[in-house]
């Protein structure tokens, strides 16, 4: 399976969209401080996936994703999740 994947940093609130094929070593890295364009926004959850078949059809969703159309879907799709306060 290939994941696109949304994470919510809770100290900034900033959201980070990416690829990949191991989606729970994948968070446990960027956990660990070990991406470096996120190693400042720990701690990070995960908010949302979705998982494909192809990955071709994968990345094309997370290109989607960075787009501006494709970040005012995402904020459309997860509004109740992101207007709640912690």
């Known amino acids: 399976m290939f994941y696109v994947y949304v994470l919510r940093s809770k100290a900034d609130e900033n959201l980070y969209t ?5 989606l729970k070593q994948r968070f446990k890295d960027y956990n660990a401080g070990k991406n470096l364009s996120t190693q400042i926004r720990k701690p990070l959850e995960l908010i949302h996936y979705e998982a494909f078949l192809n990955k071709f059809d994968a990345l094309r ?21 992101l ?3 912690d």
């Open 18 to 22: 990416g690829f990949t094929e191991d």
């Open 61 to 81: 969703r997370e290109r989607y994703f960075k787009t501006t159309k494709g970040k005012t879907t995402l904020k459309q799709m997860l509004r109740e999740y």
């Open 83 to 85: 207007s709640k306060k």
